[in-house]
């Protein structure tokens, strides 16, 4: 649960704060699209794709930067990561992650845990109980 005060709380704001209007343009589509439809008509379909154009552009925008947050502790990319192996060179892409995927900082965490180690692996969460 995020924390109200501590040196990421600002960082962690403004990830909730994305997140949240990602969700409400996700849901929100199909009932604007159909006020649109109801206020303009059946017959102004240019209207309407005009309509579902820029719904198109605000998902891609808030989707771009709630997926694209930063960690508030490393400065890298908390959900994405390249796999530098020679014989992968890829992406590595969680948005379900629970710590950055770069420096292991939890999700929500509201102390700055200072830096990892140098040469540090991050740290893996044990599953059994």
């Given at each position: 649960?995020?924390?109200?005060?501590?040196?990421?709380?600002?960082?962690?704001?403004?990830?909730?704060?994305?997140?949240?209007?990602?969700?409400?343009?996700?849901?929100?589509?199909?009932?604007?699209?159909?006020?649109?439809?109801?206020?303009?008509?059946?017959?102004?379909?240019?209207?309407?794709?005009?309509?579902?154009?820029?719904?198109?552009?605000?998902?891609?925008?808030?989707?771009?930067?709630?997926?694209?947050?930063?960690?508030?502790?490393?400065g890298e990319l908390f959900f994405r990561k390249f796999d530098?192996?020679?014989?992968?060179?890829?992406?590595?892409?969680?948005?379900?992650?629970?710590?950055?995927?770069?420096c292991g900082l939890p999700k929500w965490a509201a102390?700055?845990?200072?830096?990892?180690?140098?040469?540090?692996?991050?740290?893996?969460?044990?599953?059994?109980?």
């Open positions: 649960m995020p924390q109200e005060y501590g040196p990421s709380s600002a960082a962690w704001r403004r990830y909730r704060l994305w997140s949240w209007a990602f969700w409400i343009v996700f849901v929100g589509y199909l009932p604007a699209m159909a006020f649109v439809a109801r206020v303009l008509g059946a017959g102004e379909g240019n209207a309407i794709f005009l309509a579902a154009f820029v719904w198109m552009i605000g998902f891609a925008l808030v989707g771009y930067q709630k997926g694209n947050f930063r960690c508030p502790r490393c530098d192996r020679p014989w992968r060179r890829a992406w590595q892409h969680n948005p379900f992650a629970r710590g950055c995927t770069h102390v700055d845990l200072g830096p990892p180690p140098p040469g540090a692996a991050r740290p893996e969460v044990s599953t059994q109980d």
